[in-house]
T-cell receptor, first 113, second 111 residues
């Protein structure tokens, strides 16, 4: 099955700085890569996603880049704010008939005021 | 709320007892999923269903059972065979094309 690795597991940045979280995956046929934000005790919420026919996607302060050849994708948050503090998960949708999301282990982002 | 509802929010189970977690969606999604989340960890797939009356085991299905008699409903039973059931359980549904929506979660505790 799909194997997704996420780094780092914890990340602290000063308010206003940028944060980058990286994920690698194993199945080269995978074609959908979402990122979720989860605040403490709450459900994960989709913040951005990218498909394999696109190399980069941006939504205000959040961007995702995808390198299909290297099988890795990254989340970039610019001008971080305290409300960005949360756990972020990458995910990969498997190819084939068993269409399921495999999640990374998560990154606890702390934005220091 | 994204149209997917889990209940109850908190659930307490005694040793040796089976409990059932409810998950209902009105999004007309074909696929539904159950994940388990332990403190400081990611989401691990328990079971999933891509169509009514069909479901597949995920990575950690032992000690759990599901049913999918209706498109809208995908209940999860935590059986007494699950030796360490204390966790946060998340249900999700997904539309064709990729985006998944999560329920609010059920926090299960063994007492």
């Amino acid at each position: 099955g799909e194997n997704v690795e996420q780094h780092p597991s914890t990340l602290s940045v000063q308010e206003g700085d940028s944060a980058v979280i990286k994920c690698t995956y194993s199945d080269s046929a995978s074609n959908y890569f979402p990122w979720y934000k989860q605040e403490l005790g709450k459900r994960p919420q989709l913040i951005i996603d990218i498909r394999s026919n696109v190399g980069e996607k941006k939504d205000q302060r959040i961007a995702v880049t995808l390198n299909k050849t290297a099988k890795h994708f990254s989340l970039h948050i610019t001008e971080t704010q305290p409300e960005d503090s949360a756990v972020y998960f990458c995910a990969v949708l498997s190819s084939g008939s068993a269409r399921q999301l495999t999640f990374g282990s998560g990154t606890q982002l702390t934005v220091l005021p | 709320d994204g149209g997917i509802t889990q209940s109850p929010k908190y659930l307490f189970r005694k040793e040796g007892q089976n409990v059932t977690l409810s998950c209902e969606q009105n999004l007309n999604h074909d696929a539904m999923y159950w994940y388990r989340q332990d403190p400081g960890q990611g989401l691990r797939l328990i079971y999933y269903s891509q169509i009514v009356n069909d479901f597949q085991k995920g990575d950690i299905a032992e000690g759990y059972s599901v049913s999918r008699e209706k498109k809208e409903s995908f209940p999860l039973t935590v059986t007494s065979a699950q030796k360490n059931p204390t966790a946060f359980y998340l249900c999700a549904s997904r539309k064709v094309g990729g985006e998944s929506f999560f329920g609010q979660g059920t926090r299960l505790t063994v007492v």
